[in-house]
């Protein structure tokens, strides 16, 4: 949505929390500027090493050595991981990421990716596609790179069409507090809408700035994030068309055009 000078922009007045950081915190905190709101940027959730990481070390060596025929790559931060341990995915095995923001990392990260679900950019999208994407060949010996709270919809549904799938944590999630001043405005409605990207960032708002307020938007930024928040009590009003911080962005724009 372009706005021309002499329009006020859609999200003027809006103060909408932010719950990442580093690169992608940024960048979303400029397009909501671009927009006119005032975004706060307060990273709820950090990412740690496996507590296992004698067992992550003997899989990337094993991929190393061409040992699996797939792996499957589920988030940017598993690929973080990959790159800090200078992990080599040989010409034999194939890649699969499950979206276009981790499709994106991997090839940052000079990674091929060979496949990728276009529309639902999730677990349960990457199993769609698989059967036509491995041209139907069982048992494929598949290494899946997690983190430790991820639900294992991906591992189960490739071990359920009888795919031999080793699954190893890759990195933890923590909870990052916020500040004393972002809980007591959020508590007294003082910001407009709280953006939802995870599960794990559904669990944090919850815990740190639940009950929130009837009156601040929760916008998720997919359905099975909303789902997850929906799970352990968080109230949603918006879910993105699409798994993209635009995409969000653009839902918070709809419904300030309607207020």
């Not at 931060?77 to 990392?105: C, K, W, Y």
């Not at 639940?210 to 009590?233: E, F, M, N, S």
Request: proline share 6%; hydrophobic share 45%; aromatic share 4%.
């Amino acid at each position: 949505m372009t706005t021309k000078p002499d329009q006020p922009k859609p999200l003027a007045g809006w103060r909408v929390l932010v719950p990442r950081g580093g690169p992608w915190g940024d960048q979303v905190a400029a397009n909501l500027r671009s927009k006119g709101a005032q975004p706060i940027v307060a990273p709820m959730i950090n990412f740690a090493p496996t507590d296992d990481a004698a067992a992550l070390e003997a899989a990337l060596e094993r991929l190393a050595a061409g040992e699996f025929d797939w792996i499957t790559v589920t988030s940017a931060t598993t690929v973080d991981v990959l790159s800090s341990h200078r992990a080599v995915i040989p010409a034999s095995t194939r890649v699969a990421a499950v979206g276009e923001t981790t499709a994106a990392a991997l090839t940052a990260a000079g990674y091929s990716v060979d496949i990728v679900p276009s529309e639902d950019n999730s677990a349960r999208g990457l199993l769609e596609i698989w059967e036509a994407a491995t041209n139907g060949v069982i048992p494929l010996k598949v290494l899946a790179l997690r983190s430790e709270i991820a639900k294992p919809l991906l591992t189960e549904g490739l071990r359920r069409i009888g795919h031999d799938v080793e699954s190893v944590v890759a990195y933890r999630t923590i909870g990052v507090p916020v500040s004393d001043k972002v809980a007591a405005d959020v508590a007294a409605g003082l910001v407009q809408a709280v953006l939802v990207t995870s599960g794990s960032v559904a669990q944090q708002v919850q815990e740190q700035l639940g009950p929130i307020p009837g009156g601040t938007l929760v916008a998720c930024i997919g359905p099975q994030t909303a789902k997850d928040a929906a799970a352990i009590g968080l109230d949603v009003d918006v879910i993105a068309a699409e798994r993209t911080a635009e995409s969000l962005i653009d839902a918070l724009v709809e419904v300030a055009a309607t207020r």
